[in-house]
Each structure stands twice: as C-alpha cells, then as structure tokens.
C-alpha cells in the first residue's frame, strides 16, 4: 500500500481527506485562527498548518480548485494550480483570488483546495535541430476549429 507522509505543523491542522471513496482530490482545509474576508480581485495565503512527504522524485501533488468554490463564489487558486515538488518540506500554503464581483469569507476549516498526486515525467533532454513533423505542424490556437 502506498503512504503520503503529513506532518501537522500548527494547532488545528486538519489532516487532507477524500470526501468520497471515489474522489480524485484530498480535501484542504484552512487552518486559520481567524476568518478571512477575501474581497473581489483580492488575493490571500491560506495556511493549512500541514506539510508532506511525496516518497519519491516521481510524483509531484496539485492543487486545485474546488468546484463548488469556483462555479458558485469564484474562489479558485491564484495561480491556476499550484505545484508541490516532491522535495518541498514546508507548509501547504494555498494561494487563492476572488474572481466574483462579491465578497467571500473563509472560515478555519473550510475546504478551500483539493490536493491530487500525479506521476511526473523528467525525461532527459535532447537538444535538436528539427522536430518530426505532424499534420498539425505548428497551428496554434484555434487552429483544429470548434465544430466536430
């Protein structure tokens, strides 16, 4: 069986939870002393007082949005989805902005992120002079249309 090591690092961490047995994602919560009142364009660190240990250099944990919070307040992480190398000893902090025309309050112990473990590939690099072409090619954005 596998093991993600957590450390509580403050009173009133709560340790990350899969809300169902079917659940990607392990539920973050804010370990806060006080609520938070995040404003509309407004960004905020949220500490959740835990810290991991991956196990190994080939998984990294991403943190994501929680879709409640996005589809319905527009609280969603400040940079899209955070990166936890395997290596990083410190506290989770989860960065999150209001997008929403409304203020939000975060209360300690909601659930303000979700953490999933992914398989991360660092292959060796290999520096060339052309890349195999592709029917694609290089059309960027846009470029294989909308219709089906």
Same mark, same amino acid.
């Given at each position: 069986?596998? /093991?993600? !090591?957590?450390?509580?690092?403050?009173?009133?961490? !709560?340790?990350?939870?899969?809300?169902?047995?079917g659940?990607?994602?392990?539920?973050l919560?804010?370990?806060?002393?006080?609520?938070?009142?995040?404003?509309?364009?407004?960004?905020? !660190?949220?500490?959740?007082?835990l810290?991991?240990?991956l196990?190994?250099p080939?998984r990294?944990a991403?943190v994501?949005?929680r879709?409640?919070?996005?589809? @319905?307040?527009?609280?969603?992480p400040?940079n899209?989805v955070?990166?936890?190398d395997?290596?990083?000893r410190?506290?989770?902090?989860v960065?999150?902005i @209001?997008?929403?025309g409304?203020?939000y309050? /975060?209360?300690?112990?909601?659930?303000?992120a979700?953490?999933?473990?992914?398989?991360?590939l660092?292959?060796?690099l290999?520096?060339?002079?052309s890349? !195999?072409?592709?029917?694609?090619?290089?059309?960027g954005f846009?470029?294989?249309g909308?219709n089906?």
């Amino acid at each position: 069986m596998d /093991i993600l !090591k957590v450390q509580v690092l403050r009173p009133g961490a !709560k340790l990350p939870r899969r809300a169902t047995a079917g659940s990607a994602g392990y539920d973050l919560h804010a370990c806060l002393e006080a609520p938070v009142l995040v404003e509309p364009g407004d960004t905020v !660190k949220i500490p959740t007082g835990l810290a991991i240990d991956l196990g190994t250099p080939g998984r990294a944990a991403f943190v994501f949005a929680r879709s409640g919070l996005a589809i @319905n307040h527009g609280i969603v992480p400040a940079n899209c989805v955070g990166v936890i190398d395997s290596d990083y000893r410190g506290e989770i902090i989860v960065g999150l902005i @209001n997008q929403s025309g409304s203020p939000y309050t /975060i209360r300690p112990g909601d659930r303000v992120a979700q953490m999933v473990l992914l398989p991360v590939l660092t292959p060796e690099l290999q520096l060339c002079g052309s890349l !195999k072409d592709t029917q694609r090619g290089d059309g960027g954005f846009g470029s294989t249309g909308v219709n089906g």
